[in-house]
Nanobody
Framework: QVQLVESGGGSVQIGGSLRLSCIVNGFVFSRASMGWFRQAPGKEREGVAAIDYRGLASYLDDVKDRFSITKDNAENTLYLQMHSLAPRDTATYFC???????????????????WGQGIQVTVSS
């Protein structure tokens, strides 16, 4: 059974930083593509960042200079380091995983097979 568990969310002031973590169990982590997605109230889910088994990453344009996606194969953990947070980053963040096939750094949610339960990030003044 594949399980993804996010942690590290919370409330932060504008300009602050947070690091999200996602522990993945039951999946061959070293051969996976993994991503972070977010969904704000009333908006569609969007891909924020993705990383493939080689460590190659892709980002949503709005976050590419502020966020960094990394992974620790030994710990089966995916990270999203977020800096310079803004109110527009407020959302529920989800991690997701799939085999590294096709477009391994895809930001399309439909390409991902397994999902975490989501964690809230709130940015306010």
């Amino acid at each position: 059974q594949v399980q993804l568990v996010e942690s590290g969310g919370g409330s932060v002031q504008i300009g602050g930083s947070l690091r999200l973590s996602c522990i993945v169990n039951g999946f061959v982590f070293s051969r996976a593509s993994m991503g972070w997605f977010r969904q704000a109230p009333g908006k569609e889910r969007e891909g924020v960042a993705a990383i493939d088994y080689r460590g190659l990453a892709s980002y949503l344009d709005d976050v590419k200079d502020r966020f960094s996606i990394t992974k620790d194969n030994a710990e089966n953990t995916l990270y999203l380091q977020m800096h310079s947070l803004a109110p527009r980053d407020t959302a529920t963040y989800f991690c997701a995983v799939r085999p590294s096939l096709g477009s391994p750094t895809s930001l399309r949610g439909d390409d991902y097979q397994y999902w975490g339960q989501g964690i809230q990030v709130t940015v306010s003044s």
